[in-house]
C-alpha cells in the first residue's frame, strides 16, 4: 500500500466512514486524474467546527489555540481552546455590564411571614458559604495586596451536538456561564455574548 492509499484510508477510519467509500474515492481520483483536475483549485468547504470558532472568535478574545490532549486508555483528541481568564477579564472590566451585578450574600425575606425568599443567585445560602471561604482562603494565604476578594460563581456544561447529516460525527462544544449578573437585566454591550453571559471555553 502507497503512502497516499495509506493516508486516505486512515481519513476513512478517522471520520467513521464505511470501509467502501475507499475504492468509491479512488474511483473519483482515477477519473479526476483522467481530466487534468487541478487539485490545487479544489473548492475549500467551511466545516461546521469551523464556522462556530469563526462566529465566536469576535467574542472570545481571539483565536483558539490548537491542542492534542492525551488521556491514558483513550486515542488521543484534538481540541480547540478558547482563554478563559481573557474572555472573563474583558466582562467584568465592561463598566455596562457591570451595572446591578452580584458581589455580596443578600438574603431575603417575606415581609409578612418573614420567610426566606430565594431569587438572584446570591439569596442562596451557597452564596454564603462561598465568601465564607474566599475569606478564609484570603486570611490562610496571608493575601495583603488590599483589594476586594469577591466570589464569583462559574457554571461549567457541555452542549453535545451533530455535525453531519448521517449522525456520525458529533463535536462536543464546552461552556461556561459567569453568573453574577442579576437574572432579570439583559444586555445589548457586546453583539453575541448570551444572556447570563454564557463564554465559550473550547
Known sequence: MSNAEESLLSLI????????MFPA???????????GYDFSMAPMYPTILGRMIKKYINVSGGAPKS??????NHAPMHVFRFDFLMQ?????????????SLWGYNPLADLLSHERVYAEMNTGDFWKRGEEYVSNR??????SDGLPHRLCPIIIFVDSTLVDRIGRLKVEPVLCSVQYCARLVTFAALRGVRRRHGLYLG
Open 13 to 20: 477510519i478517522e471520520n467513521n466512514l464505511p470501509k467502501r
Open 67 to 72: 491542542e492534542i490532549v492525551h488521556v491514558e
Open 25 to 35: 474515492i479512488m474511483d473519483w481520483a482515477h477519473i479526476a486524474s483522467r481530466q
Open 88 to 100: 472573563v477579564t474583558r466582562l467584568l472590566s465592561n463598566p455596562e455590564l457591570m451595572k446591578d
Open 138 to 143: 484570603k486570611v490562610r494565604l496571608a493575601t
